[in-house]
């Protein structure tokens, strides 16, 4: 069965980390770009990051250029995003997708349309994990 799972959520104070992961299942990581999205209460689904390979490249949102991190443990399956200096607005559930895109592409359609034009190239998603930051 093929499953993506989310998790490291949680309850966090303002200027605090965490640490989330997205884990797959009955597929491997190496065909596919894995991106990482966010919805909050009553706003639409925005991209937050991608990473093309385990090696990069890697992309993020403006609203999170220098506290969240992307990265990839290809032995693991997993992918991870890194959350520092959190804020009340990065209040959201995030998710993780397999994005079947070529490096080549991924790159055009992020320059063109940003991370959030990714949600129609995802292949498989996850359920979700609540981050919720207190001020």
């Known amino acids: 069965e093929v499953q993506l799972v989310e998790s490291g959520g949680g309850l966090v104070q303002a200027g605090g980390s965490l640490r989330l992961s997205c884990a797959a299942s009955g597929f491997t990581f190496d065909d596919y770009a894995v991106g990482w999205f966010r919805q909050a209460p009553g706003k639409e689904r925005e991209g937050v990051s991608c990473i093309g390979s385990s090696v990069g490249p890697a992309y993020y949102a403006d609203s999170v250029k220098g506290r969240f991190t992307i990265s990839s443990d290809n032995a693991a399956n997993t992918v991870y995003l890194q959350m520092n200096s959190l804020k009340p607005e990065d209040t959201a559930v995030y998710s993780c997708?397999?994005?079947?895109?070529?490096?080549?592409?991924?790159?055009?359609?992020?320059?063109?349309?940003?991370?959030?034009?990714?949600?129609?190239?995802?292949?498989?998603w996850g359920q979700g994990t609540q981050v919720t930051v207190s001020s």
């Open positions: 997708a397999a994005i079947s895109l070529d490096l080549p592409s991924l790159n055009r359609l992020i320059l063109d349309y940003g991370l959030g034009g990714l949600t129609h190239y995802s292949a498989y």
